[in-house]
């Protein structure tokens, strides 16, 4: 006989079921923030100014010095 009403492992199913729950969630929670860290690096880009925007060009190679001078001197 039973005496303890089932209560046995079926007892701490819904302790296992509160584990599942939580980390489904802290899964979302996660995949939202990793998500919005590309979004925030869109912003960051947006608030450069042409200057900076055409200095970073310089620095990588993208345009050569006398580019570089007559674009700097437009912006002035």
């Not at 079921?17 to 960051?44: C, F, K, P, Q, Y």
């Not at 970073?56 to 580019?67: L, P, T």
């Amino acid at each position: 006989m039973n005496y303890a009403g089932g209560s046995g492992w079926m007892g701490l199913g819904w302790i296992f079921m509160i584990l599942v729950w939580v980390l489904i969630i802290l899964g979302v929670v996660a995949l939202v923030r990793w998500l919005g860290t590309g979004s925030r690096d869109r912003h960051e880009a947006q608030r450069k100014t042409p200057l900076e925007i055409l200095q970073e060009r310089y620095a990588r190679g993208e345009i050569e010095r006398e580019e570089y001078e007559q674009k700097r001197r437009d912006l002035a």
